[in-house]
């Protein structure tokens, strides 16, 4: 069983930085893929970035590509997202997400959540 425990969010300004965490419990950290998903306000959870446990390899959605970085540190199982440039757009509850395959891009390929985190941007 893997638990996991999201941090950092708040209140920022567009065009400000906010660094999220996900401290994850549990062996298998370093064998599963990472993901980050996101939901605002009255709209379907959605996938942001994910990042392998081999190499490990990063990939974002168009959203977000160039603005926000996903990084993990298998040693401390922790997951990270950077974000940078926000906007009013990215305000949602921040999900970390666990999964078993080798990407984790869709709700259906996670096997964990976290319980989230808010981000409120404002304009």
């Known amino acids: 069983q893997v638990q996991l425990v999201e941090s950092g969010g708040g209140l920022v300004q567009a065009g400000g930085s906010l660094r999220l965490s996900c401290a994850a419990s549990?062996?298998?950290?370093?064998?599963?893929?990472m993901a980050w998903f996101r939901q605002a306000p009255g709209k379907e959870r959605e996938f942001v970035a994910t990042i392998s446990w081999m190499e490990p390899r990063t990939f974002y959605s168009d959203s977000v590509k160039g603005r926000f970085t996903a990084s993990r540190d298998n040693a401390k199982n922790t997951l990270y997202l950077d974000m940078n440039s926000l906007k009013p757009e990215d305000t949602a509850v921040y999900f970390c997400?666990?999964?078993?395959?080798?990407?984790?891009?869709?709700?259906?390929?996670?096997?964990?959540w976290g319980q989230g985190t808010q981000v409120i941007v404002s304009s």
């Open positions: 997400a666990a999964g078993r395959e080798r990407v984790v891009v869709s709700r259906t390929q996670v096997n964990y």
């Open positions: 549990g062996r298998t950290f370093s064998t599963l893929t």
